[in-house]
Nanobody
């Protein structure tokens, strides 16, 4: 079992930045691929970014490519999502998730564990 706790959400103006963190409970964190998803009101949950066991493998949704950066620190059991140049359409609850494999990582079905989410609101 892996418990995930997100933090770092908040209210920001468009064009500003936020960094989300997701702390994992398990010492085998380094064996999990990690992903970030988001869900806006009235919309389906959508993929944002994913990272493999090492930092070498990353994947981004087209909507965030060039603005968001996913990273991980295996010594701290933590994955991060640096979000720059935020837009109002980035407003959503952001979830981190853990998967024992780096395949189909753009799909929620690939992930076994989920955090409770953190709200990000971008004002225009």
């Amino acid at each position: 079992q892996v418990q995930l706790v997100e933090s770092g959400g908040g209210l920001v103006q468009a064009g500003n930045s936020l960094r989300l963190s997701c702390a994992a409970s398990r010492r085998t964190f380094s064996r999990y691929a990690m992903g970030w998803f988001r869900q806006a009101p009235g919309k389906d949950r959508e993929f944002v970014a994913a990272i493999g066991w090492s930092a070498g493998n990353t994947l981004y949704a087209d909507s965030v490519k060039g603005r968001f950066t996913i990273s991980r620190d295996n010594t701290k059991n933590t994955v991060y999502l640096q979000m720059n140049s935020l837009k109002p359409e980035d407003t959503a609850v952001y979830y981190c998730a853990a998967s024992p494999r780096f395949s189909d990582t753009a799909y929620a079905r690939a992930y076994d564990y989920w955090g409770q989410g953190t709200q990000v609101t971008v004002s225009s």
